[in-house]
């Protein structure tokens, strides 16, 4: 992609900026028209420029929109591939970050793991059951008082909703699922380090029977 990307940064362009015009990007970087329009192409899609007739290119930032569209045209299938990447970003975040969780750990955290779980527990259908176990993972993630990890989840929901409902029966969802969760809110409560993690890591591993190779 040439170097368009640390031309912004040695230049402190932000958002809003324009940049070189196309024949001045041609002359600094040595290269043809084509491919500078390339380049431009490339980053258009990663929704890091705009380009405008009569205007020229322009510094915005619109990645976090290009990343929820890319999860979301994923959702058309999901394979054990994508499964798999999913869940291991899952156990980084929710199983491995345990020590931090039980630092900010409150009584206010469990009550709404707890709401979440039982919001599940008593769903009718597997899409109210899967957007509660959303919530209930979602509840543990923002025990880490972290806003871009919350971001981040939002972004794959589409995918992670995909995958909680292609796991899903009735009898499951009110069982053992329900039944995992619970063991996991209560190592959490306990500040039992092993039992949480090895309660939400068989938890996030239970699903890979669901999908095909």
Known sequence: MLDIRGLIDSELLRVGDALPSERELCERFSTSRNTVREAMRMLKAYGVVEVRPKVGATI?????????????????????????????????????????MFDNLTDEHLAVLNAANAAMGNAETKSD?????????????????????????????????????????????????????AAVIEALAARDRISYQYALQFHLNMGFNTFGE
């Not at 959702?75 to 931090?100: H, P, Y």
């Not at 971001?151 to 929901?157: A, C």
């Open 60 to 100: 915005i930032d619109n990645r976090m929109a290009r990343a929820f569209d890319l999860f979301t045209f994923n959702t058309i299938e999901i394979s054990r591939k994508t499964f798999t990447d999913i869940q291991g970003f899952r156990t980084l975040i929710e199983v491995n970050s345990v020590d931090a």
């Open 129 to 181: 059951a899967s957007e509660a176990d959303f919530n209930f993972h979602v509840g543990l993630v923002r025990i880490l008082d972290n806003d871009a990890l919350i971001e981040l989840y939002r972004i794959m929901k589409p995918v992670i909703i995909g995958i909680m409902e292609k796991g899903k029966s009735r009898q499951d969802f009110r069982t053992n699922t329900f039944e995992q969760h």
